[in-house]
């Protein structure tokens, strides 16, 4: 059974840089295919997709906010990491870390989710 | 700012049948790719429903069907259920923006 947990501060002061760590467990990120994301929803509103790290550490991030986003892996402790910097009220979300299946194709479906960690940017 | 269109809201008695719609572009779902589908059950994380277009993981009740032609992709709910109401979300990867893309969501309201 595939699981995912977000971590993180559930506060960050505008400006800042948002670090949130993605644990899971039931599969490896070494496995070929396979890939951990994040995806962010603010409240009331739709989806958005933030990032993609590969087994391979290939890296893939929204155009828009490239600029502001770093992920990285640690394949023995089983957690992926995001940064965002200078957060703003706007990046107010509740980020959630997903599980890409190993797949050849680009266009993959997210299985399972992680429940999710709300972060708010506020002073 | 989703780049897949879908409908803010449906509703439906109980038994119904209800669609929700998915509108992209020539980049994304025009282009071949892959349209899979989400559901959000209040306060709740997203969870697969219809993977490749049309698939159902295991455990997805079999009135949820998804299909996909030319640029646009629908979700279709057969004999509509209270525990239906959700949220439902689109998704697909688009070539110009070298990503993934998500629809703007609609709300299954079960009157």
């Known amino acids: 059974q595939i699981t995912l947990k977000e971590s993180g501060p559930t506060l960050v002061k505008p400006t800042q840089t948002l670090t949130v760590t993605c644990t899971f467990s039931?599969?490896?990120?070494?496995?070929?295919?396979?890939?951990v994301g994040w995806i962010r929803q603010p409240p009331g509103k739709a989806l958005e997709w933030l990032a993609l790290?590969?087994?391979?550490?290939?890296?893939r991030y929204s155009p828009s906010l490239k600029s502001r986003l770093t992920i990285t892996k640690d394949t023995s402790k089983n957690q992926v990491v995001l940064t965002m910097t200078n957060m703003d009220p706007v990046d107010t979300a509740t980020y959630y870390c997903v599980h890409r299946p190993a797949m050849a194709a680009a266009d993959n479906w997210f299985d399972p989710w992680g429940q999710g960690t709300l972060v708010t940017v506020s002073s | 700012q989703s780049v897949l269109t879908q409908p803010p809201s449906v509703s439906g008695a109980p038994g119904q049948r209800v669609t929700i719609s998915c509108t992209g572009s020539?980049?994304?779902?025009?282009?071949?790719?892959?349209v899979h589908w989400y559901q959000q059950l209040p306060r709740t994380a997203p969870k697969l429903l219809i993977s490749g277009n049309s698939n159902r993981p295991s455990g997805v009740p079999d009135r949820f069907s998804g299909s996909k032609s030319g640029t646009s992709a629908s979700l279709a709910i057969t004999g509509l259920q209270a525990e239906d109401e959700a949220d439902y979300y689109c998704q697909s990867y688009d070539s110009s923006l070298s990503g993934y893309v998500f629809g703007t969501g609609t709300k299954v309201t079960v009157l």
């Open positions: 039931g599969f490896s990120l070494s496995t070929s295919g396979v890939g």
């Open positions: 020539s980049s994304n779902i025009g282009a071949g790719y892959d």
């Open positions: 790290i590969y087994w391979d550490d290939d890296k």
